[in-house]
């Protein structure tokens, strides 16, 4: 059994089908998942500051930008939300999407954008584009865009669930349809629809993003998925290590 498979059976045998059941294997994972997630966009993002809010709902002593702080409450608040929606067996549909990233970004828009006409919870208007190679639909094509990616993901056989996880944040962030926060929303979704489909969720970790941008890049040049695949069955081993090797010492 490799340690993929490992850390599939582990959470598997969690048997997570509530949102109670859910919060308990989340519990030790939630403030790193918001940590590593955050710090990817936002280097002024610290363990210390994420612990702090999750935690305590504030800061002492803090000097930094206030943006941060925005990001690191959105992140507790999109958790909770993240919550719920798998209590409520909610479909990851457009809906869903804005609202993920609509709670993500709330109170985090500059004037620039605002100024625009851009607003948290809404597809972009202009053409706000990602990566060394400048991907991102135009606008006016994001709903259609989108609504044909989750169409394709309509009935995923369980044992296709990280495969289909993978082709969802490669085509997303190809897609980039947000003016702010495409990369937060969309490793949050990617989780959403592992676990809906009784899969772990993933933390990408920070000091791994230019693995992470470079498995993003041969979707974007070649349409090439396996690269992110196997970058997402290694970061799931990394995420899951300490169990796997708790299961590991008592075989």
């Known amino acids: 059994m490799t340690r993929y498979q490992k850390a599939l059976t582990l ?7 509530t949102e109670a059941h859910l919060a308990e294997a989340l519990n030790s994972h939630r403030i790193a998942f918001a940590f590593h ?16 809010i999750f935690e305590h709902d504030g800061v002492t002593s803090y000097t930094g930008n206030l943006r ?5 409450r959105n992140a507790k608040e999109a958790h909770e939300l993240f919550l719920r929606a798998f209590g409520e067996r909610r479909p990851m549909d457009e809906a869903f999407l804005k609202e993920l990233q609509l709670q993500l970004t709330h109170g985090t828009y500059d004037t620039r954008r605002w100024q625009l006409g851009e607003r948290p919870g809404q597809y972009k208007l202009h053409d706000y584009v990602t990566g060394r190679n400048e991907v991102g639909a135009p606008p006016e094509d994001v709903e259609e865009e ?3 990616l989750l169409e394709e993901l309509q009935d995923i056989a369980p044992e296709h669930a990280l495969t289909a996880a993978a082709y969802f944040h490669a085509k997303f962030e190809n897609i980039h349809p947000f003016a702010d926060s495409n990369g937060r929303a969309g490793r949050l979704a990617m989780n ?8 772990p969720p993933i933390i990408i970790h920070e000091e791994d993003r230019k693995k992470y941008y470079a498995a993003l890049d041969a979707w974007d040049t070649g349409q090439d ?22 299961i590991d010492r008592h075989v």
């Not at 997630?37 to 702090?52: F, M, Q, V």
């Not at 941060?68 to 690191?72: A, D, K, P, Q, V």
């Not at 959403?192 to 899969?199: A, E, F, I, K, R």
């Open 11 to 17: 959470w598997q045998n969690k048997k997570v089908t």
């Open 225 to 246: 998925l396996a690269p992110l695949l196997d970058f997402l069955m290694a970061q799931t081993e990394k995420t899951w290590e300490k169990q796997i090797a708790r």
């Open 192 to 199: 959403y629809l592992l676990v809906l489909h009784g899969h």
């Open 37 to 52: 997630s955050g710090k990817i966009e936002n280097a002024s993002i610290t363990y210390h500051d994420t612990r702090e």
């Open 146 to 148: 989108m609504t044909e």
């Open 68 to 72: 941060t702080l925005f990001e690191i």
